[in-house]
C-alpha cells in the first residue's frame, strides 16, 4: 500500500508560480510512475502531467505544455510539479497519483493510488 501526500497549493495572482510537492511512502517510490492531475470546480478529474520511473519520459496535457514541468527526485522519494504562468483556468484541486504500470497512462483509472488532494487557486 503507497500513501500519497501532496502540498504546496495555494493562492497566487495570474502569471504567478507555484511548486506541488508529492511524497509517497514506502521504500518502492522509483517503482511507480508518478502523475498529476486536476479537478476545477463544477469539471471532471482531468490528467495534467506525468512522469516515467526513471524521470526520463514526461507527459503533459496540451494546456500546460511550456508552463508546467513535472520531475522526481528519486534519492528524495518526491515528485514536484512546478507551476508557472499560472491562469485563472489552472484553478483547482490537485492530485498526486502513483501507478505501477510501466508505461505512462494518461487515464485516471490506470492509477492505483492517489493523495489527498491540494488547492490551488489563481486569481486575475
Known amino acids: 500500500q503507497v500513501q500519497l501526500v501532496d502540498s504546496g497549493g495555494g493562492l497566487v495572482q495570474a502569471g504567478g508560480s507555484l511548486r506541488l510537492s508529492c511524497a509517497p511512502s514506502g521504500r518502492t517510490f522509483s517503482s511507480y510512475v508518478m502523475g498529476w492531475f486536476r479537478r476545477a470546480p463544477g469539471k471532471e478529474r482531468e490528467f495534467v502531467a506525468a512522469i516515467s520511473r526513471g524521470g526520463s519520459s514526461t507527459s503533459y496535457t496540451d494546456s500546460v505544455k511550456g508552463r508546467f514541468t513535472i520531475s522526481r527526485d528519486n534519492a528524495e522519494n518526491t515528485v514536484y510539479l512546478q507551476m508557472s504562468s499560472l491562469r485563472p483556468e489552472d484553478t483547482a484541486d490537485y492530485y498526486c497519483?502513483?501507478?505501477?504500470?510501466?508505461?505512462?497512462?494518461?487515464?485516471?483509472?490506470?492509477?492505483?493510488?492517489w493523495g489527498q488532494g491540494t488547492q490551488v487557486t489563481v486569481s486575475s
Open positions: 497519483a502513483a501507478t505501477v504500470r510501466s508505461y505512462i497512462p494518461r487515464g485516471e483509472l490506470s492509477y492505483d493510488y
